[in-house]
């Protein structure tokens, strides 16, 4: 059999690394935490379980299309519960949106906030439905290995418009602003600014109102943990606690890994669902080709950070839906901040996670889990003490909550703590402590994101939100299914 090395546990290397070792592939994956998930990590204090990462799941069929790769079931793996509505918006003035893909619902609260608008919310999910086929269904797990397979993409971006931000893109069809928020704001779930992130992200909103939104009973990690259990039923081998640190190469072709424990293995093929830079810069840091891409990736431009603020309480609270987003009185100055500007505004939006109202199995009976999300630029551009200055966005995050939803939150609070972009530099290899890899613009998509094959050694791929088409699950999985199709092609 030949043998193949997934380096990172994330959904991406996951993903890879059933694809693989169903088509006959002994695959090892090699993970440097002591749980799988990459940024789908978990923590368990005092009967609370805090999921550190992505707790949307679109698409669910991409992630069902891995188990019946060899004729299995994901629910005998995993159990996906759905979530609505999907977000509840809430502005400074007043103003709430409930989003989700009831489509009369949708319609009556479009009609509540802006009548005027639902003849131009119509232009836009066809447009959405547009770009989604375009964009996603035929685009979305190719690989763009040379400039010529970005050429042929280029009249479907033109027909399109993808020069265009999602927003301007939103703007031109709907006019009230709650309305272009709600309908632009999905991209920052994936490190975009809805500002210049191209509009062919506009398809999230037709992934949404198809697939759904759901949750992974137990948290997000069980859907990692899920992936790994298929793994390594169909015989894949999974090494935890065990960091690589070095690629070896010989010639134009990369040989063996090795890890801090010493342990070294060779293998035919290598790839890695690292942190794009982290695997140049440092696992290819010593040849010519991990220097030159790490001198090339340095210029371009990285996705925000994260600072999260994990917390449990006593009592229970119904009426927060699963997921909320508390719009500051900002929008695009707010993002201008973060995403061009590098300060730490005085403003900010909150995405709010409250998983105990779907799955109360999050928390000891009688309380609830929650985490609040506050997007910040990433240290390159934020160069900021962290230690210093955490303590206090918490309690001005904490405060924030407590004066738009729950009133006596600190008089509730069990445990908490906080995770801030340092946090996402040390445990996860990220480049400038970024959350979502490469910022998802129109110049750094496709061909110009990383190649899912490296150019020069032949043997060595990437997957993940470094790749193509980008970070999110349905993203990373798609880039999986595009390395794994190189992949299998190349060893045969």
Not at 163 to 191: C, I, N, P, Q
């Amino acid at each position: 059999m030949k043998k193949a090395c997934v380096i990172g546990a994330g959904f991406g290397g996951l993903s890879l690394a059933i694809r693989l070792q169903s088509a006959g592939i002994a695959t090892t994956l090699v993970e440097a935490r002591d749980k799988v998930g990459g940024r789908a990590y978990v923590w368990e204090r005092e009967g609370f379980t805090f999921d550190a990462g992505p707790t949307v799941v679109t698409d669910p069929d991409c992630l069902r299309e891995l188990w019946a790769l060899t004729g299995q079931e994901m629910a005998n793996d995993v159990e996906l519960m759905p979530v609505s509505p999907f977000y509840r918006l809430n502005w400074t003035d007043g103003t709430v949106f409930d989003y989700s893909n009831d489509e009369p619902a949708l319609r009556r609260e479009i009609a509540r906030v802006s009548p005027n608008d639902l003849g131009g919310y119509d232009e836009f999910l066809r447009y959405s439905a547009g770009v989604w086929q375009e964009g996603y269904v035929k685009l979305g797990h190719e690989a763009f290995l040379d400039f010529t397979s970005m050429i042929k993409a280029a009249p479907a971006l033109a027909r399109y418009q993808a020069w265009r931000s999602v927003y301007s893109m939103v703007s031109s069809y709907v006019k009230d602003e709650h309305l272009r928020e709600a309908l632009s704001f999905h991209t920052l779930l994936v490190g975009g600014n809805p500002m210049t992130t191209s509009a062919i992200y506009a398809l999230i909103h037709k992934l949404e109102k198809d697939g759904g939104v759901w949750w992974t009973k137990g948290g997000t990690n069980k859907l990692a943990q899920g992936m790994t259990r298929l793994f390594e039923r169909i015989g894949g081998e999974v090494r935890l606690g065990d960091k690589v640190v070095r690629i070896d190469t010989l010639g134009d072709h990369v040989t063996e890994v090795e890890t801090a424990s010493g342990w070294k293995h060779r293998f035919d093929a290598i790839a890695s669902n690292g942190d794009i830079m982290h695997t140049y810069a440092d696992l290819l840091g010593d040849t010519a080709r991990g220097q030159k891409m790490a001198h090339k990736l340095a210029r371009k431009r990285y996705s925000p950070s994260l600072f999260v603020v994990h917390f449990g309480l006593e009592g229970t609270w119904p009426g927060i839906p699963h997921h909320t987003i508390l719009f500051g009185p900002r929008y695009k100055g707010l993002l201008d901040d973060i995403f061009e500007h590098g300060v730490l505004p005085r403003d900010f939006s909150i995405y709010l996670h409250h998983p105990t109202v779907t799955d109360p199995s999050m928390a000891p009976p009688g309380k609830s889990t929650f985490y609040a999300l506050v997007p910040v630029a990433n240290m390159g551009k934020l160069p900021i003490d962290w230690d210093e200055v955490g303590p206090e966005l918490e309690r001005r995050v904490l405060d924030e909550v407590s004066r738009r939803l729950i009133p006596d939150i600190y008089d509730r609070i069990v445990t908490r703590f906080h995770y801030a972009p340092p946090d996402f530099e040390s445990d996860l290899g990220a480049y400038k402590g970024n959350a979502f890899s490469l910022e998802p613009l129109l110049t750094q998509s496709a061909f110009f994101r990383g190649h899912n094959r490296d150019d020069n050694l032949k043997n060595f791929y990437l997957v993940g939100a470094g790749t193509h088409p980008g970070a999110g699950i349905p993203g990373v999985v798609g880039s999986a299914k595009a390395t794994a199709r190189l992949m299998l092609e190349d060893l045969r």
